[in-house]
């Protein structure tokens, strides 16, 4: 699945409502798009950390156009689950990064030495 589009009639099988009840959710899953366009684009929010993140973005629940309460992290473990089949943690995806010096480097002139 990969457009928000289809998460969100998804989420109106599991859940009732509108589509557009779950796309502000859906879309902001999938805005790191616009700095990736391919699916690595997925390690900036596509995990478990990202799930609790949009809980504190979206709330703990959304009420649905059917009046119904829906828990919003139910609807982001959905949207990763459909891209990706499982829940990784942020550590699944850092582990992959290659570690290039300048991601070490410390301007000591700058900032003065560590304490
Ligand atoms: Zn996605």
Redesign the pocket.
Known sequence: ??N?YH?SLSSVRKHGGKVEDYLPI?NW??ESKMMMADFRH?AL??HAEGIFMCEKIFGQTITNSDNKKIPTRFIGEQ??K??LGFIPSMQDWFKHIKAEKWMALTPREINGPDL
């Open positions: 699945m990969a928000p998460h859906h899953f999938d997925r929010r596509h949207h990763v459909e891209d």
